[in-house]
Each structure stands twice: as C-alpha cells, then as structure tokens.
C-alpha cells in the first residue's frame, strides 16, 4: 500500500492540532515551579492518563503485539507486577514526598541525606532517561520511515521538533494535557486496527482461538517451577520474575523517576496523586491485554513469518489497512511516542535545573532568568535525545526489551538508595552512596555476563544497595559503640 494525499493530510493536521493545544493549554508560566509543576493545580485523572501516555509511548505500541506475535501472552504477569509496585509507590514513597515542598524526586534524598546524594541520583536519571527514551525516539522511526517513506533520521527528527515546540511554550502543563488527549488518540487508532484485522480472518474469534491454542499463544502463567535455578533466573516472563521484576521496576519508574514523579507532584494534595498512580497501574493491565492480544491476532492472520518482531503490526499497517485509516494509525503512533519524549525533556530538564543548576549555580539569579534557562535546556535535552535515538538505530533486539533492560540497569541502585533513607533511619549519606554505587556497579557485571534476565535487574539491584548500605551502618555503628565502651 501506497500512502495517499488523505493520511498525509490526517497526519499533518494531527501534529499541528497537537502543537497548538500544548501552547495553549500550559498557559502563561512566571516561575520556573509554574514550569515544571504545572502551579500543582492538574486534576488527579488527566495525571493518570498523562502516566500511562509517558510510559507507554511507541514500544507499546510496535513491541509488545510483535513480542506475543513472537511468543505468547506471559508478558501480562509484568503487567501485574507493575500494578503490585504503584500501590507501594502510593502507600510508601508519595508520602514522604508530600511532606514538603519537593520540586523533583531526588530533592527528598538531599532532605534526607544531602546534596551529594540528590545531584549523584539526578546525573544517574538524567544519563538512563536519555539512553531509554533515545530507545523509544528510535523504536517510533521504524513504523514511520517505512509507511512515510523517508529517512529514519528525519522520523526521528519530527517526532523530536514536534514535543519539543509544546513542552518548551506549555511547561509541564501543557504536557501534561496533551498526554491525556494522545493516549485516546493511540488507544483508539489500535482499537481500530484491531477490529479490521479480525474482520479480515475468516470465522473471526474461532479462527483466533483455535490458532493460538494450537501454537500455546494464550499461555499468560509460567511458573518456571520445571526450570532449573539458571533457566529460572536466565527466563523473563517465569512469574516471579514478572511478578517481583515488575512490582520492582515500577516502584523505580514510579516512585524515584522524574518522568512520572514530576506528574505526581503536580497533583494538588496526597489524595489526588495516590489515585493518579494506582489507576494508572490498573489501566496499564488492560492496555497491555489488549496490546498483547493484538499480537495474537496477527499471528493468526499471518502464521509464521521470517520477520523482526517490531516491524510485524507496521507490515499490518503498510499493507493491509484502507486509505485514510493508515494516517489515524500513524498519528496514533506519534501520540504514544510524542507523549514520552514530551515528559522526557520536560523531566530532564526540570532534574539538571532543581537538582544541578540551582542548588550549585542559581541561588543569586532572578525568577525570570530561571526560566529563561529552564527553556534552554528542554532545547538541549531534545537535541540530546536525538543524538541518542541515533545510536540504537543498529539494533536488532526487541525495542521494548532494549529500553526496560536500560532503565533496570540503574534503577535498582536508584530504588535502593531511596529505600534506605525510607525505611533505615541510621543510614546516612556516605553509606546510602556507596551502596547507590555498588548497586550500580554489579549491575554492569550482571548484564555484561548476562547471569539474570532483565527483569531481575531492579530486584537485584535494590538487594545490593540496602543490603551494602545497611552492613556499613551497622559496622559504623559498632564500631562507635565498642570506643564509647
């Protein structure tokens, strides 16, 4: 299939309506917490659709129906993890965040331990969220290079210039809003999808079930109980990696991520971000059933096909869809994808300036100049995002898989040094670093020696920090006590 002069049309009126509605719906900003906080008077339900939109992005949209067209549906028991670790996020972390006046997750590690603590956790965030989400820039050029047919660097580039214009003029706000608005923008463009696609089989449903049980596609529980040890901790989808790796990523994502928490502070009170985070997690199961089950669905349209696992849904998409409805699928795409990079550069920069700049270098500079370099440096984080998005264009493993692997990477470092001043009140800041570090640093040896699956990477991560945390206390401690004797 050809695209025609209608789903260019669609898709240019799209990206322009996008751009005018982050302007105009993030208002007028006099303070750089107007910017980056949205002057926390955004309703707790746009917040959670704006959650689900910045984590969803374009790797749900393209990897996850390829990963159960590849597989089966055993992704789902992540899906539940994530939800298990919101509630912790709600229960646990939002409280201490509301205490005081917070304007990014890392502010709470300097009231807690100090500033060494907070800038090291904002460097460590802002070099994984320009290595994830120049994943996610990537994983959108795949589908857009080859239905547009034009070069991946300028799908790259537009997705970029577009978030770019709205998150510099509307500040969080308007990101904000956007997000809640694209994510029933890509939602409904799958749904579409998705009702062509089983019109197109013949018999329907009947033809989807017996296709899928004759190959175990609806396989959603694996156990891993008849795994030995190094099979069981080697396998992502066994359930208690996905149950424990998912509860354990998202108490990360959710709980010591910029990219969501910034959403959570903008809330008004405790209440309101509680039930921004726990609906979210509940939604974010039924999206990913769906998504998944998308999956199954293509693979009874096509069988077994010699073909990477991304680019199955844009080969439905290119060859199969009518005229027109293409553009709405395309301009679904770019709203899962825009919706990430949008929060990402508006994360990055809202981190370097409250956690960096002004701590170290701003405390003498006027309102009005904050701002000024607020802006600035959303411009240079989007330019950095696109020089990252450029490096994974190489790659040959499932997208969703290369930004999940990347954010575990140090998260678990991240989650642990947030734990330990949470629930270990002895642990001071010299301990909870080098804890953060050493987490950090297995972490590279694990992956590099490829000894657990991806999703252990939090979970293991997290047990090194607070347990190496925890042992120097206690030695510290003891130590004091046998001179006091």
């Known amino acids: 299939m050809e695209n025609s002069l209608p789903d260019y049309i669609i898709i240019a009126s799209y990206l322009l309506a996008i751009a005018l509605i982050g302007i105009f719906s993030g208002g007028r900003q006099k303070s750089v917490k107007d910017y980056f906080l949205g ?24 990897s996850i129906p390829g990963l159960a067209y590849l597989t089966n549906l055993n992704f789902l028991q ?49 070099l994984t969220r320009l290595a994830a989400d120049g994943v996610r820039l990537f994983a959108t050029s795949i589908p857009l290079y080859l239905m547009l047919q ?3 660097i300028v799908a790259i580039i537009i997705v970029a210039i577009i978030s770019l214009i709205y998150t510099y003029t509307g500040g969080i706000k308007g990101v904000i809003w956007v997000d809640a608005l694209q994510m029933f923008i890509y939602i409904g463009g799958a749904i ?61 994502s959710h709980g010591t991520d910029q990219l969501i928490v910034q959403r959570l502070l903008a809330t008004k009170d405790l209440k309101e971000a509680k039930k921004a985070v726990i609906g979210s997690g509940i939604i974010i199961v039924f999206q990913f059933t769906f998504f998944l ?35 709405i699928i395309i301009a679904g795409l770019l709203a899962a994808a825009m919706s990430t990079i949008a929060g990402s550069m508006s994360s990055l920069s809202s981190s370097a300036m409250m956690d960096i700049f002004i701590p170290f270098f701003g405390k003498n500079i006027n309102e009005n100049k904050k701002l ?22 190489e790659s040959s493993q499932a997208v969703v898989e290369v930004a999940l692997s990347i954010a575990s990477f140090t998260y678990g470092g991240l989650l642990g040094a947030f734990l330990l001043g949470l629930i270990y009140q002895k642990v001071e800041e010299k301990e909870a670093i080098i804890g953060f570090i050493t987490g950090i640093v297995i972490m590279i040896v694990i992956i590099s020696l490829k000894l657990v699956a991806w999703t252990w990477f939090t979970f293991v991560g997290v047990i090194v920090t607070v347990l190496v945390g925890s042992m120097l206390t206690w030695i510290k401690n003891s130590k004091l006590k046998n001179k006091a004797n």
């Open 293 to 327: 089950i998308l999956g199954i669905l293509l693979y009874a349209y096509y069988g077994n096909l010699n073909i990477r696992s991304d680019e199955i849904f844009p080969k439905f998409i290119i060859e199969v869809l009518p005229v027109g409805v293409s553009g």
């Open 78 to 126: 992540v899906a539940f993890g994530f939800l298990i670790g919101r509630i912790f996020v709600a229960i646990l972390f939002l409280p201490a965040y509301f205490k005081g006046e917070l304007e990014t997750a890392y502010k709470y590690l300097d009231t807690r331990f100090g500033k060494t603590t907070r800038s090291f956790a904002s460097i460590v965030f802002l």
């Open 192 to 252: 579409a999808a998705g009702i062509i696609l089983l019109n197109l089989l013949p018999g329907g449903w009947d033809t989807v079930l017996k296709s899928a049980a004759t190959d175990s596609k609806l396989s959603f529980i694996n156990t891993g109980f008849s795994l030995s040890f190094s099979e069981f901790i080697s396998r992502p989808y066994t359930l208690f990696a996905g149950i424990i790796g998912g509860a354990f990523l998202s108490m990360a």
């Open 39 to 62: 002057a926390k008077e955004i309703p707790w339900w746009i917040v959670c659709f704006s959650i689900i939109a910045a984590e969803t992005s374009a790797l749900t949209f393209i």
């Open 372 to 393: 000024i370099i607020s802006r600035i440096l959303t411009i240079f984080f989007a330019l950095l995002l696109i020089l990252f998005a450029l490096i994974f264009v």
């Open 150 to 152: 034009i070069n991946p």
